[in-house]
């Protein structure tokens, strides 16, 4: 063998080295299925409007050496993140809010030293995915992760509460207009199971609990006052899971008091948490099942007597094939069907380009325009991009119809995209007296995104399903864009015994209607002394212009055991001081804050031990794992929605197709140093 043939083998394998040792290990076990997420499994309780959820990651280490892992978990960015441990055989780390720099240093020095380590964090430009990273799993060996969360259950329709629970994450459309900024988001290759068991309890009674995703079990107790909710069957996490419910009086006012023990000092403290959902449109229905007579009826009685400009920008970008684009089509024919008759409309579709359907500006309203409109969206197909900026910036820089016709626009999308707070700084900057809503379609929608977008647009935001009845949808998605609201809301309470109140009840609130109105009260350390005090609530109605009001009586000996209440207030502030980050605007004086500038967030978040976007969970466990400097790291992947893996081929982005043409011509580099190889064997 000569220095030639060695040199062209050395070359080979070097290049085979490099290639391979680029790639983070893909890890499958004896049957072919990746590892080491096993199970992830959700127990959650409902106690009147107050969701606690706690997730339990189960990972398996099959290997003879130590393991690193990395997993995206979907989350809801209104939760409040209030606790996260490690279990492992011998020992539980109980892990710790802090600033994201300290954090991961804590986290990089414990890998070093040969110890368990875990660390979990909201992503910066996708607030809806939390990254859960474990290292030095021990060799042979089985952990657990354990999320805590809480969160406000929803109302819907002002007819029943909803729960969203996201399982699947699709990947980001990379904008132009921010390539640097995307989530890596990797799909398929896993087969971990998901459970779901719920516990539902209501003062009310409950009448009906369904879920519109999934085959559920139900065991009602109590008087039906408590319902135990399961899955029908083995399920995997390849769809959101919804769940509904309705109690006997939805408007009816409840309140929860919780008594916790604040981190920072220790002291035993109490937090209410007051929910109620004013009557501000009579509702004759009380079934979660609406017939379509019936949803004629709330049209033409809710509608028709509105006028306005209306405006749907109509996501038809190539993930929004197969199902989603019939889904999207016959959303936008029932929003035109839906349309006041004096009113004027307008359609934008776009991908990675856009186009008005009236190139003019907005059209009136009349039966041929509609019928027209209507059968140009019927032809609609998918292809492309997801731009959704240049739409956004079309509309709201274009002149409105009529000055006395108020501008509603309705975004409708599937999708999820790299610069979504680049497009909530320009909706607010930008909005004037627009309002938008947003319509996320299939399980694959950003609720990051849609919620964002709605929030800044001064909107709503609504999800539907692939089951779900997509009309029904975007005719009350319309109904509480274009309903009055309700203001001058007071809360009143004995300030001598209260430390605060969230949100602050000397700033302007508004209430529209399916919005339930939830305020915090914070009691100070002397309320242990008291049996029981009363917060007082009134608004003025829109339609009446008469004041209404109520008292709630809030005992202290009916106090439950959890800091969920008093962190999920706190949530509410660095939600607040997220949205003006990214808005640019000023602070807003909703909240109590006691002071102003960029660590104002990270102190609330650690002093309460909350997550925000500014901070950390992090732990270290007290044992050495062996071999730690052995260790080899994995990244899991997340399932694909089932209604994206039934759609068809979409047409790549320029991103996707560079992406294509990097993977290749890594793979042809390969080939290459094979065959080098083998030739440079034949010959020795």
């Known amino acids: 063998m000569n220095f030639q043939k060695l040199s062209l083998i050395g070359l080979a394998i070097a290049c085979i080295l490099t290639l391979t040792s680029s790639q983070e290990l893909c890890l499958v076990d004896t049957s072919g299925k990746r590892v080491p997420l096993r199970s992830i499994n959700y127990n959650i309780s409902i106690y009147e409007t107050l969701a606690n959820v706690e997730i339990t990651q189960t990972y398996a280490n099959d290997l003879d050496v130590p393991i690193e892992t990395q997993y995206l978990l979907p989350v809801n960015p209104d939760a ?48 809806d995915i939390m990254s859960i990273k474990v290292g030095n799993i021990p060799a042979k060996s089985t952990v657990k992760i354990v999320i805590g969360y809480a969160e406000n259950v929803e109302v819907q329709e002002s007819l029943f509460y909803s729960m969203i629970v ?51 079990n139900v065991n ?56 109620f959902l004013p009557e501000l449109v009579s509702n004759p229905y009380n079934s ?19 006028r306005g400009e209306f405006i749907v920008i109509f996501d038809r970008s190539g993930s929004m094939g197969g199902s989603r ?17 004096d009113s004027y409309f307008n359609i934008i579709i776009f991908d990675d380009q856009y186009e008005a359907y009236s190139k003019e500006g907005s059209i009136k309203t009349s039966a041929e325009s509609i019928r027209l409109a209507s059968q140009f969206i019927s032809s609609v197909s998918d292809r492309g991009g997801t ?73 709503f935001s609504y999800f539907v399903t692939d089951k779900e009845d997509v009309s029904l949808k975007v005719v009350f998605l319309m109904l509480k864009t274009i309903s009055a609201s309700c203001d001058k809301i007071a809360v009143s309470y004995d300030k001598g015994i209260v430390a605060q109140a969230i949100p602050n009840p000397e700033t302007e609130q508004v209430i529209t209607v399916n919005e339930v109105y939830n305020t915090f009260i914070v009691f100070k350390p002397s309320f242990v002394n008291q049996d029981s005090t009363q917060v007082k609530v009134s608004y003025l109605h829109p339609q009446t212009k ?38 640019g605007s000023k602070l807003s004086k909703e909240f109590y804050l006691e002071s102003e500038g960029d660590s104002i967030g990270k102190e609330l978040s650690v002093r309460y031990q909350v997550l925000s976007d500014d901070t950390a969970f992090v732990g270290v466990s007290e044992r050495l ?5 052995s260790s080899q790291s994995v990244n899991i992947g997340n399932y694909e929605s089932v209604d994206y893996s039934n759609s068809n081929t979409y047409a790549p982005s320029s991103s996707y197709v560079s992406g294509i043409l990097l993977g290749l011509g890594y793979l042809s580099l390969l080939l290459l140093s094979l065959h080098l190889l083998l030739l440079s064997l034949i010959h020795i």
């Open 80 to 127: 409040a993140f209030t606790k996260m441990e490690i279990l492992l055989p011998n020992e539980t780390v109980r892990m710790r809010v802090r600033g994201k720099d300290e954090a991961k240093k804590i986290y990089d020095e414990g890998k070093s030293s040969g110890k368990t380590v875990g660390l979990g964090s909201l992503q910066e430009s996708a607030l």
């Open 166 to 216: 996201s399982s699947t994450l699709t990947p980001r459309y990379v904008s132009r207009l921010s390539p640097n900024t995307s989530v890596s988001i990797s799909t398929g290759g896993v087969d971990f199971t998901w459970d779901i068991i719920a516990t539902i309890y209501s003062s009310k009674g409950l009448q009906a609990v369904q879920s519109p995703t999934h085959q559920i």
């Open 220 to 275: 009602y107790l109590e008087g039906k006052k408590t319902a135990k909710i399961s899955f029908a069957q083995v399920e995997k996490p390849n769809r959101n899971f919804v769940l509904q419910f309705s109690t006997a009086d939805i408007h009816q006012p409840t309140v929860i008091l919780s008594e916790h023990t604040l981190y920072s000092t220790g002291e035993t403290s109490y937090t209410a948490m007051i929910s």
């Open 288 to 306: 979660l099942i609406i017939s379509d007579n019936e949803l004629t009826t709330i049209r033409k009685n809710r509608l028709a007597s509105t």
């Open 325 to 341: 684009i019939i889904k999207a089509r016959e959303s936008v024919i029932a929003f035109l069907n839906a349309l006041p008759t």
């Open 387 to 459: 731009e959704i900026y240049d739409p956004l910036k079309y509309v709201l820089q274009s002149k409105v119809a009529n000055a006395e016709y108020p501008r509603f626009i309705f975004l409708m999308t599937d999708g999820d995209v790299s610069n979504t707070d680049q497009i909530i700084s320009f909706v607010s900057g930008n909005l004037g007296s627009s309002k938008i809503s947003a319509l996320g379609i299939g399980s694959g929608a950003s609720t990051y995104l849609v919620k964002s977008i709605a929030k800044s647009g001064k909107g």
């Open 546 to 583: 008469s004041p209404v009001s109520f008292s709630v009586n809030i005992q202290r000996n009916t106090a439950l055991k959890t800091d969920s209440l008093i962190k999920l207030g706190i949530h509410k502030i660095l939600k607040s001081y997220q949205e003006w980050k990214r808005s």
């Open 625 to 629: 794992v062996q071999n730690a400097n």
